[in-house]
């Protein structure tokens, strides 16, 4: 008779997601996203703004690119990146989980 109403819950699929890369460079950024495009790994990407008094730490850019994607493909994630030209590799900054 009565269906129950399903209900989302945002923290359960925020607290699985990392962070993979932050760049302040757009290229670099764009070719991250291209290399886990191919290698079929889901990502989102978000630019921020840097605050003004901020910027020296980041060589006076004023946006930075931050890519997360979900924990469990962080190996295939880490792959797709580590194959990526090495010019724009050097530019990514990785974290490491």
């Known amino acids: 008779m009565f269906q129950k109403k399903l209900h989302f ?16 460079n757009s290229r670099a950024g764009n070719q991250a996203a291209a290399a886990l495009t191919r290698a079929c790994v889901s990502f989102s990407r978000q630019w ?16 930075l690119c931050i890519i997360s994607i ?10 797709a990146i580590s194959d990526m030209d090495p010019y724009y590799y050097r530019r990514l900054r990785v974290h490491l989980v």
Do not use: M, V
Not at 9 to 16: I, P, S
Not at 48 to 63: A, C, N, T, V, W
Not at 70 to 79: D, F, G, L, Q
């Open 9 to 24: 819950d945002r923290r359960a699929f925020q607290d699985r997601d990392i962070i993979l890369c932050k760049t302040t």
């Open 48 to 63: 921020i703004g840097i605050p003004f008094l901020f910027r020296h730490r980041y060589r006076g850019s004023k946006e």
């Open 70 to 79: 979900n924990r469990n493909e962080y190996s295939r994630a880490r792959r």
